[in-house]
């Protein structure tokens, strides 16, 4: 067996005494493989090495635990300035994975773990791919969910492999496939338990599987016009993204709809599309999300004893939600409420859950079997986390904790749901204190990323780094907060709410003030919103909110409640669900009602960073975008301020001011936003 003698830093290559070549990605200086400029540069010289001497064959695999390549370095994508920069850096990449295309002889890549974005481009150039088919394989080309699209080869490579519909379809979704779903297709030859890999590689290289055909299918679907089918993906990207606030997904359909018959003009087109892409706004503060996300990740990494029970009180919707998404990560749940019947509907929408997620029926019942009743409470003795989730009364929770805490283990944790009321009005209940903090989750629990992680003066700091991992731990972004009414994302939220409740209190159409919220990027309305949320949930938290801030409740927000009007719960609210009202708010875009609903959200967003209710700037942003959406294409609330203009924005507020009145009052956080902008020009 023959080993390089270089000092490669990444890399490893193995001449095993059959001929056989075994390549070997472990990235120094990381827990994950991806591919960064200097990893690149040396899988560079090792195939001037290979083609120089070349083996029998060549396989390439991971060194890594946690996968095969996780993609590009994106952190490297910060320091690209110009297109220029940007195009030779893509052109570098393509010709590297091109000369392992070239190699004449068999290249296959060992795929387990994720094999993502320009790791499964480095895949492709491989003449075949045998992936583990185990539950931690995923493979996919996710680069649009950062603004870009693939840029190493992967759109001129997948389309030819897997058929053009279905290669557009994976890389315009960004979604990510098992072993099994990418087999399939026939982007990998086999899906094998990992144990197996090496030797169907093996394998392979004495008896290369034949060449797949497309089903008939694509190849009838290859025969219609390419502007036809171009115009139809358009049509269907154009219902989930404007083009002006996400161009990658239409860039990316543009340069397939212009291939043409030489791959050299279609790598270079690729080239071209993405540096111009990666130096824009869009991409650039996607980036940013992404790493921030990433932060956040990391924030919740590395807190001694990991949570295994966990008991939720409080069986109505967020509750059963909290218990269910517990259940489902693989936690051992006891779920309380008086009511009986409540708990039923829980376990009734816990089965729905799991059937949608897990499909197989064993794990459906194993989960379902994780998720136990408890009307009398036994689980609180025997729970590492109890979380209370009882409707928003702080004397009803104080009475509540005097009951449960001589019950609590010493080691376990008590977390409260609360979705406004400050941790230091809570647990003045309590013996000890310091066991309290905040895990405030979001509604629908199996779709919002964050988990406010609430910290009081009193709060111990090892319990919310424990809290903090358990919120890692059950796939959820951990986001540490001081307690202060409303804490970060409702407070933010909330005057937007009202906002838009006053707007149409004045006589505006609650569709309208939806369109104009959401031509800014926003997912979804204020209105359809807080229908969604429930009109009676909005209302007590603002009302808790008024008591703390200068916050005007809508008289029209208290007539609908009292009304019984609470929104979808109840089948009307704003909208009138029950005959499917779906109204669009037509095409115009009234910017006067995107100021007053905008600007209210910035303005307090600026008075939590000033009063340092996150730790960081960064963090703010990163909480109201994963707490509430806000359009990820502006990067946040400051990162917006900062690229439209402090002193530009502020202007505008003042004017807001002197038409409506003290609820547009800007935070003196602006001024130091202004100073900022001046010492920075």
Known sequence: MMTTEEPYNHWRYTLEGDGIGWLTLDKAGSSTN???????????????????????????????????IAGADVTEFTTISDEATALALITRGQSILSKLAALPLPTIALIHGFCLGGGLELALACQYRVASDDAATRLGLPEV???????????????????????????????????KAALKIGLVDYALPRRHLENAARAMISAP?????????????????????????????????????????????????????????????????????????????????????????????????????????????????????CALQGLEVTIQDIDTARLGQVVKRGAALFSRQLKDGRAIQAALDRLLPDPSGDGVAKADLVIEAIFEDADAKRSLYRQIEPRLRPDAILAT??????????ASALTRPERLIGLHFFNPVDKMQLVEVVSSPQSDAAILQRGAAFVLAIKRLPLAVSSSPGFLVNRILMPYLLEAVTLVEEGRDPAQVDRAATAF????????????????????????????????VPEKLRALVAAGQL???????????????????????????????????????????????VNSGDRLDAGVIFGTGFAPFRGGPLQHIKASGAAVLLARLQGLEQAHGHRFTPDPGWQELVRAEVSRA
Request: net charge positive; proline share 5%.
């Open 145 to 179: 969910q950062l603004g870009i699209h693939p840029g190493f080869g992967g759109t001129v490579r997948l389309t030819a492999l897997v058929g053009d519909l279905t290669a557009m379809e994976l890389m315009l979704s960004g979604r990510t496939l098992a072993a």
């Open 209 to 325: 599987p034949p060449h797949r055909r497309l089903p008939w299918r694509q190849r009838m679907l290859a025969l219609l016009p390419k502007a036809l089918l171009a115009g139809r993906m358009r049509k269907s990207v154009a219902a989930k993204a404007d083009r002006h606030h996400y161009p990658a997904p239409y860039a990316l359909i543009d340069l397939w709809q212009n291939f043409g018959s030489r791959d050299k003009a279609n790598y270079a087109a690729e080239a071209a599309s993405v540096a111009k892409l990666i130096i824009g706004s869009t991409a650039r503060n996607l980036l940013r999300v992404f790493l921030l996300q990433e932060e956040l990740k990391a924030t919740g990494r590395g807190a001694g004893v990991p949570i295994r029970r966990v008991h939720v009180i409080g069986g109505g919707t967020m509750g059963g939600d909290i218990a269910i998404w």
């Open 521 to 552: 990027g926003m997912p979804m309305g204020p209105i359809r919103l807080a229908d969604t949320v429930g009109l009676d949930i909005c209302l007590s938290v603002a009302t808790i909110l008024s008591r703390h801030y200068p916050v005007e």
């Open 34 to 68: 991806s591919l960064s400029q200097s990893v690149l540069e040396e899988l560079d010289l090792l195939l001037g090495v290979i083609a120089a001497t070349p083996p029998k064959a060549l396989i390439l695999r991971s060194g890594k635990v946690s996968g095969f």
């Open 417 to 426: 749901n609360t979705s406004s009321i400050p941790l230091q009005e809570l």
């Open 567 to 613: 929104g979808k719960k109840s089948g009307r609210g704003f909208y009138d669900d029950r005959h499917g009202d779906h109204r669009q708010g037509g095409s115009e875009v009234d910017t006067a009602i995107a100021d007053r609903l905008i600007l209210r959200l910035l303005n307090e967003a600026v008075a939590c960073w000033r009063e340092g209710v």
